[in-house]
């Protein structure tokens, strides 16, 4: 089971690579994935909200290439189980743990202590326009949804198995 946190970890590299390099890059993008809040912030001091084709590259490159890792640590989670003898049961706690130590971080981390406890929002506002916010934390990004979403996970992961034993 330690390969499963393993897996996880690089699932949580992934995800943050995306959400910090994304958002320094181009910081356009907490317009679909920020509060209502936030994007105030970011329309009151001049972040606009088209994105140039300079910074659809960059998300669609950086978007294609941790999409990219998140499939081949899938393959190489699920292949790797079969090859060394899980059952179905077993691969399919491999996923849940990998898809809940993202989920969990995401949440934790990235949603509620960067944007509430650290004031790296005020700091990508002022890399991208040059002033000092007069607010530099906001609320979460919590939608009610977190429950449901790791359900899906649990039923994913379950489906994930099935097709690897059956593929093994």
Not at 51 to 74: P, R, W
Request: hydrophobic share 60%; charged share 20%; aromatic share 14%.
């Amino acid at each position: 089971m330690l390969l499963s946190f393993l897996y996880g970890l690089i699932g949580i590299v992934l995800l943050v690579a995306f959400c910090l390099i994304g958002a320094f890059l181009v910081p356009q993008n907490a317009y679909w994935f920020m509060t209502p809040k936030a994007k105030e912030l970011l329309e009151k001091y001049g972040v606009p909200r088209e994105l140039k084709l300079k910074d659809k590259i960059i998300i669609g490159l950086l978007a294609l290439i941790t999409g990219l890792g998140f499939i081949v640590t899938i393959i190489v989670a699920g292949k790797q189980g079969v090859a060394s003898g899980m059952n179905f049961w077993q691969i399919a706690l491999r996923f849940v743990i990998f898809f809940w130590m993202v989920s969990i971080f995401d949440a934790v981390v990235l949603d509620w202590w960067m944007f509430t406890k650290s004031d790296i929002f005020g700091v990508l506002i002022k890399k991208k326009t040059g002033k000092t916010p007069d607010v530099l934390r906001v609320e979460p990004q919590w939608d009610g949804k977190e429950i449901h979403k790791l359900v899906i996970e649990v039923v994913v992961s379950v489906i994930l198995a099935w097709i690897f034993i059956k593929v093994g």
